[in-house]
Structures are given as C-alpha cells and as structure tokens.
C-alpha cells in the first residue's frame, strides 16, 4: 500500500508540473521530413536533414558543409559513419539524441534517432534511387567532399 | 490495518477530485471509425507519408481524416481525406511524456502490417516485461514488475535468483525484451544475505527478505471441489496445480473465484507462520490484456495507454480493480470467518516464483485454518510449504557496477540510466538485450543467497490485427464482465495458448 502511495504522490507531482519539450512545440511531429541535424566530423560540419539511421552511420540529406562561418550551400545524400562523426546536434532534441567521440550510438540512441528520422521503416533500394534521382546522384556521397 | 487509512485515501481522492473525470476517448459503435486525437504520421510502402497533426480516424480498411501526404522526395505534396490500410507500413503517433522533472517526447509505434524485416515481431503473442536469465542467457531466473502496463504502475519486484558470484565476486544477468512492448528500466540492484547453511532466502511478499528452514508440506491441502491436492504440492517439481476446466467453466460474474484450504498444526508457542510458495500466474492476465483491454480497442487504445492510463483518476480506478481481483488472497479463519491477512501480487507468466508470506497466528490456535483465494485458474501453484522459523534477514545493497550492450562494448548511459530510482529509465524494444553486472564481495565461504531489485514499466504495442478487427463500443472499464469475458476466451484457448506464448518469443540472438 506504501506503493500506491508513492504512486499516487509522484503521479500528482507529474500532472501539476509541465515543462520543456511536448508534442505541440517538436516541429517534427508535423514534418513529413527527417529532423534536422548537425553532425561534426574532424574535418567539417554537415547541415541538413536525417533520413534513415543505418547499421553503421547516418544517411543525411545535407543542405550544407563547412563551419558557421563560411558554409557551402550542397545537397548530398551522405552516408556519415559513426566512426567519423565528432558530434551531432539535433534539432529540438538534447542529450539523450546524442553521437559522439566516433562511438556508435547505443541500442536506445539509435531507436531515437530512428523514430525521428525521414524513414523509420527503412527504404527500400528502388526509393532509394528515387531520392539519389532527385539529387541528381548515382551514388550514396561520403564525408569526402 | 495499515491498509485502511491508505484505502480511504484512495477512495477520498477517487470520490471527491476524479470521480466526474472519464477516459478521454469517444463511444464508438462497433467497427465504425475510431479516432485517434495524438498527432500521427503514416508511412507508406512508396515512401510517401501522410502527416495527421490532428490526429485520424482509423476504420477497419483505411485511415481518414485532413491530412497531407508528401512524396518519397519531399518535394511535392497533395492533401488527402482516405488512404486504404493496406497501404501503410507504420504509423507513429506522438504523447509528452511528464516524468517528474523532465519532459520528454516518446512515439508509440501501430505496426500495420507488411513491414520489411519484422516477420518475427508480426507473428509474437508473447508479452509480459523484462525477462532476466543467468549463466549466459540458459537459467531463466525472473520477470520483472509484470504489472506495470502504464507509468503510473511503475512498480518494484525482488526476485530470488540461483545464480552465484563467480570468484571475483561478479554477477552477471542478461536482461532481454522478448515481447511486442517498450520497456522502461528505472533501477537495477542486487539484495545479499547471507545466511545459515540450513535457511533458505526468498522474498516476502512486500518486496523485503525472508529467511526460513524447517520447511514441510503443509499436510492438508484441498481445493474447492474438496479434493485433495497436497502430494501434488510438496515438491518444487513442476507438477503444478491448476483449477480444473469444469470449474473455470462455471465461473460467472457471481462468482468467478477459486480457492484452496489448508490445515496447518500450530507448534505451539508460534505466534506466526511463514507461507512458502513456488508458483506463476496463468495466461488469464494476458488474455485480459491482449483480448480485452487492448485488442477490441484498436486503434483507440493507443489513446488509452498513451492518454487515458496518464490520468490519476484512470489510473487509480484499474489499479484498484487489478488490486481486488488480481493478486492471491490469504485469509486466516478466526471467530467465526475468514479474514484477510495478505495479498501476493502477481508475479508474471513466465518464471517459476518463489514468495513467501508471514500470518498471524490467532491466539490460542492449535490447528491453523488458512484460505488461498484466486480469480478462476489465475495460479500454477508447484510448491507451498511451511515454516514456523522465519526471520528477516539482514540484506546489503549491491549496486548494478556495469552494463554490456548487445556488442559487448560497455554502455555508460544505460548503467547511469539504470544506477538509481530517479527520473532516468533505459528504454528497450523488442529483441533488445543487455547484460547487467553487479561487484559483490568474493565469496568467502559463507552461504549466501541474491535477490534481484527491480523498478519499472512497460508499455504494450498495439498489434496490427487489433487495429484491423477493433469492435469495441467503447474504451476498456475495468469490470467483473470483463474478466468473465477473459475467462471464457482463456478457457476456450488455454490449452493451445501456453505452448504458442512461449514459442513466439522475440528473438535476442
């Protein structure tokens, strides 16, 4: 009985007190896009939007490269292997969404990400060609320029 | 009697501040729409989505509402009112999540159906919490808080285990999400006792440790049809008692209990007796879950769980439904009747679980008269025995002091999300797994026993085949009729049911 005390206590405290992020204000929600992310690698930064996390890296749809100050307009699907990204900056998402030091994300990390990217089902070979089409690609870019 | 002042503050709070406060979910007629009010996104096989920011009503064949659906490039966009079900692959909805001081988004996944690479997630009906093996996944040792369906349950459980410290004094469990649900890992620790070579170590039925020895048979036991069913009790062999189907077939509303009666000699000066159990729930709960809670509800039970059971007054009015009807009932006859000393709470369908309870002698008693009472084939009772020599045990703390993934690399964030009861949980989905690992002293000779201390919840997917054959007038109220109802399917399904529940577990490895 202590328990539902307990429970009933912490389930008041949780109604009473609402702050930081909620569905109304994750811009995600209403987008039909991936979230936008910034993923750092050691010899750039990408900008642009995250479209499926794959076993071993993001597939970005980039918007642009290079630092802050100068950046180049691109738009690349880039395949960004974990064991290159520095950091990684989600939009409207903290710590918990969070890659870095070349570690492949954990088991929950990568569940996140995957829910808050353009195709959390996967994508299939032929929408893939579709979407490399469309950015007028043969092929998959790296982190090369 | 602790009990009374904690019941009226329920029923105080149930009365006077939620009783006019419903599940925010609207009556529907059978098979017709259902809406779903949380923004969703509906994936489908082109790759095109639809996004719903309003939410969307899901009938038995398509999905409606304004929603606007975008290519696989993005680019090009159409409003759209009706897409046919077979043609979605997923769909998302989105909740805030209130958790204490953080506030935090979580998606709930509606597996339609068709989708790539989940041929073994389409075909499981296993579902019930975090399961926990030992000596490299082959012992299965415990399922954890098994209740817990909802935030709101985010309950305890102490399991016994039979795994030992290796000589460096390591023990290691691997954890695994095995069913169609969402985990949500608060705290993991180990509880040690050490104790005399001849007492054994299980937990109580509170959560706490209780060590025993002189166990015996509890020499008459018989059930409610007046059979005697104690030889079938006295040993932890796997030959278990269960009501039988005649009287699982005649439960009704009325009268949907079964029950057991013991005759225990009191040796005298005993003021107490320990009850010790070794047993698991039936599918009855899962039943309920699956077939009446949820399946009938389709797609408004993403409502339910996402919204409706994060209401205090929903909450408050299942929980305490599940804590009358669920549960086993031990009451001691005295003046007269049968008073009610102790509830055991369920402990899941999987794992053998041995509990152990401690009652009241009555005063002058020679021959101790005890009633175990149950809703209709809720037990598998393999062992009860009796202990006149139970104390509580001194236990220490173990802390979980590391945390494998599933590529064997240390995960920090999982041991940190995991170390405390706060507000950090470890979220797993089906075909996770983990190994947990605690430092205890080496062993030094002395008899020693570990329990495992757990805190969570789950979180239940909604099944494709539910969404499509939804025929719910309107959202789950806990009632008798609905365990009728459960009962009747468990008893047309019971003897097939347990066989494919244990076969269609979501693979780890």
Avoid at chain 2, 64 to 71: E, K, L, N, Q
Avoid at chain 2, 303 to 317: H, M, P, Q, R, Y
Avoid at chain 2, 391 to 414: C, H, S, W, Y
């Amino acid at each position: 009985m202590k328990r539902v005390l307990i429970v009933l206590l912490v389930a008041t405290c949780a109604a009473a007190c609402s702050y930081g992020l909620t569905t109304e204000k994750l811009r995600h929600t209403s987008s039909p896009r991936g979230v936008t992310a910034r993923i750092t690698t050691s010899s750039t930064e990408f900008r642009g939007e995250l479209v499926q996390v794959q076993d071993a890296g993001l597939l970005i749809l980039t918007s642009s490269r290079g630092s802050d100050r100068a950046p180049e307009h691109e738009r690349l699907l880039r395949v960004v292997p974990f064991g290159a990204i520095r950091s990684t900056a989600f939009e409207q998402l903290g710590y918990a969404y969070h890659i870095s030091d070349g570690r492949p994300p954990n088991a929950q990390t990568r569940e996140r990400l995957r829910l808050v990217s353009r195709f959390p089902y996967g994508l299939a070979p032929e929408l893939l060609k579709q979407l490399l089409d469309s950015c007028g690609q043969a092929a998959v870019a790296g982190v090369q320029p | 009697m602790k009990k009374i002042p904690v019941l009226a503050l329920c029923v105080s709070l149930v009365s006077c501040v939620f009783v006019s406060r419903r599940v925010d979910i609207e009556p529907v007629s059978a098979r017709s729409p259902v809406a779903v009010s949380s923004p969703v996104k509906a994936h489908l096989k082109d790759g095109s989505v639809i996004v719903y920011p309003d939410g969307v009503t899901v009938t038995a064949d398509s999905l409606s509402g304004p929603g606007t659906r975008h290519d696989v490039t993005r680019v090009h966009s159409t409003a759209v009112d009706t897409i046919a079900l077979s043609e979605v692959i997923g769909m998302e909805s989105y909740r805030t999540k209130v958790n204490r001081g953080e506030t935090f988004l979580v998606s709930t996944l509606a597996t339609v159906g068709g989708l790539v690479g989940s041929a073994a997630l389409a075909v499981a009906v296993f579902g019930s919490c975090p399961t926990v093996y030992s000596e490299d996944g082959i012992v299965e040792e415990a399922e954890l808080f098994s209740s817990s369906v909802a935030p709101l349950f985010e309950g305890r459980d102490t399991d016994r285990l039979q795994t030992r410290a290796d000589a460096s004094g390591l023990v290691s469990l691997e954890v695994r999400n095995e069913a169609m649900e969402t985990h949500y890992l608060n705290h993991l620790q180990l509880l040690e006792v050490t104790h005399a070579e001849d007492e054994r170590v299980i937990p109580d039925a509170r959560g706490g440790a209780m060590a025993v020895s002189g166990l015996h048979p509890a020499l008459v036991a018989t059930n409610r049809q007046g059979a005697d069913i104690g030889p079938l009790l006295q040993a932890a062999d796997g030959r278990y008692y269960l009501t039988n189907r005649e009287a699982l077939e005649a439960a009704s509303t009325a009268d949907m209990e079964d029950w057991i009666d013991l005759s225990i000699p009191v040796q005298k000066p005993a003021t107490s007796v320990a009850l010790v159990f070794r047993m698991r729930n039936s599918l009855l709960n899962t039943i309920l879950l699956y077939d009446v809670m949820l399946g009938p509800s389709g797609a408004a039970a993403l409502d339910w769980l996402g919204t409706g059971l994060g209401k205090i007054s929903t909450a408050v009015e299942l929980g305490r439904w599940h804590q009358r009807r669920a549960g086993l009932h031990i009451s001691v006859w005295q003046d007269g009747a049968y008073h009610e000393v102790e509830r055991i709470p369920d402990s899941g369908p999987i794992s053998w679980h041995e509990v152990a309870s401690k009652i009241p002698v009555p005063p002058g008693e020679t021959n101790l008269r005890v009633r175990l009472s149950y809703l209709t084939d809720h037990w598998r009772i393999d062992r009860l025995a009796v202990s006149f020599a139970a104390r509580t045990p001194v236990t220490q703390t173990i802390p979980l002091t590391g945390v494998e993934g599933r590529d064997g690399a240390a995960d920090e964030k999982a041991l940190e999300n995991m170390r405390a009861a706060d507000e950090k949980y470890l979220q797993t989905n089906p075909g996770d797994r983990f190994v947990a690992r605690f430092r205890a002293a080496p062993p030094r000779g002395a008899t020693r026993t570990f329990l495992l201390s757990s805190q969570g919840y789950y979180t239940e997917w909604i099944r494709g085949s539910w969404l499509q054959k939804a025929i719910a007038t309107e959202p789950f109220v806990p009632s008798d009729d609905a365990v009728l109802t459960a009962m009747r399917k468990w008893g047309e399904t019971r003897d097939s049911f347990e066989q494919r529940f244990l076969q269609a577990r979501v693979p780890v490895r």
